[in-house]
């Protein structure tokens, strides 16, 4: 069975520090997705970034940043310089590969609550 | 663009009632999911529709639950009769199939707060 571990229940920071939220997961298949959302606390859910598991480069997307690495099953999310609006809770979640006929399904983290104070 | 429109985004009403939660995919979306989140078990994956058909219903919780797509516009969660355990936050989430490219990300609505009394 998959499972979505992120340890870290809720981090505090001050604005411009950076911040590293973990993700490790578990699964037996070979090919599989992960994903980062992102939940302010207006509510919505909102996707950030998606990886499959055949691609371990590291991405960086303006003060976002994900490390990768399967020797670990580790997908860690990095905030540079945070920020104020920063503030929310993030999900790792995990996806099997269409083709293994696990279907469409997501597993999330039970999610890490980010303050960012000033 | 248009993202997944959910309705409503609040809902209070008493136990035993009929509550109807509704949802707009994505146009061009060929999967339909319906979440559930609460504080306690998090997000829970509660059925899952492909070209309007359920495939997977396995996390709804009781038969008070039920969930319908009449077309690739339109889907509805239903509880009937509601109870106080249900309220939590219901999300509507879409993706693309698999032939449009694999791991497609879900793309999710407000969600629908859901108070029953």
């Known amino acids: 069975a998959q499972k979505v571990t992120q340890a870290q229940t809720e981090i505090s920071v001050v604005e411009k520090e950076d911040v590293t939220l973990d993700c490790v997961y578990e699964?037996?298949?070979?090919?599989?997705?992960l994903f980062w959302y992102k939940q302010p606390p207006s509510g919505e859910l909102v996707f950030l970034i998606r990886?499959?598991?055949?691609?371990?480069q590291n991405e960086i997307s303006g003060r976002y940043s994900w490390n990768f690495q399967k020797s670990t099953s580790s997908f860690n999310f990095t905030i540079t310089a945070s920020q104020v609006v920063d503030s929310a809770v993030y999900f790792c979640?995990?996806?099997?590969?269409?083709?293994?006929?696990?279907?469409?399904?997501?597993?999330f983290g039970t999610g890490t609550q980010l303050k960012v104070e000033l | 663009d248009a993202g997944v429109i959910q309705s409503p985004r609040h809902e209070v009403t008493e136990m035993g009632q009929e509550v109807t939660l509704r949802c707009k995919p994505i146009?061009?979306?060929?999967?339909l999911f319906w979440y559930r989140q609460t504080m306690m078990r998090g997000l829970e994956l509660l059925i899952y529709?492909?070209?309007?058909?359920?495939?997977?219903d396995s996390g709804m919780p009781e038969d008070r639950f039920s969930a319908k797509m009449p077309n690739a516009s339109f889907s509805t969660l239903k509880i009937q009769p509601s109870e106080p355990r249900d309220s939590a936050v219901y999300f509507c989430?879409?993706?693309?199939?698999?032939?449009?490219?694999?791991?497609?990300?879900?793309?999710f609505g407000d969600g629908t707060r859901l108070s029953i009394l």
């Open positions: 989430a879409s993706s693309f199939s698999p032939g449009q490219g694999r791991g497609q990300p879900q793309h």
């Open positions: 699964t037996r298949d070979t090919t599989y997705y």
């Open positions: 990886r499959n598991s055949f691609d371990e």
């Open positions: 979640a995990l996806s099997e590969a269409w083709l293994t006929g696990g279907g469409n399904k997501l597993t």
């Open positions: 146009s061009g979306h060929d999967y």
């Open positions: 529709f492909n070209n309007n058909v359920p495939i997977d």
